[in-house]
């Protein structure tokens, strides 16, 4: 099965930016790659969570490094069809809004 986790961060700053986490466990051998939009690979996060550690996510506008606590949406986005998402323009998930987030609590 095929999944896309978002994880909106924001910054102190005011920017903006998500994480995509993509992950296929059906798949033999099952693979898992991270990707980022509006933010830089520059951080310094060297805490226990494996999304973080292998992303490192910053910010472009002031170089904060961003860790699991400036997350403010975490979303799970449905994948079909049998194309595997690539850091394409034409495949990344749209900008999630946070009050479609707010109903999941
Ligand atoms: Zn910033």
């Known amino acids: 099965m095929k999944r896309l986790m978002v994880f909106n961060l924001l910054c102190p700053c005011g920017h903006r930016g998500c994480i995509v986490e993509s992950t296929d466990e059906s798949a033999v ?3 898992h790659f991270n990707f980022v939009r509006r933010l830089s690979h520059t951080g310094d996060y060297e805490g226990l969570d494996p999304i973080f550690a292998d992303v ?3 910010c472009p506008d002031c170089g904060t490094s961003l860790g699991p606590e400036h997350v403010v949406a975490r979303v799970e986005l449905p994948v079909t069809g049998g194309n595997m998402p690539r850091a394409t323009s034409g ?7 946070l009050q479609n987030d707010r109903e999941r609590g």
């Open 29 to 31: 051998p099952a693979w």
């Open 91 to 97: 495949v990344m998930p749209p900008p999630i809004g």
């Open 56 to 58: 490192k996510p910053a």
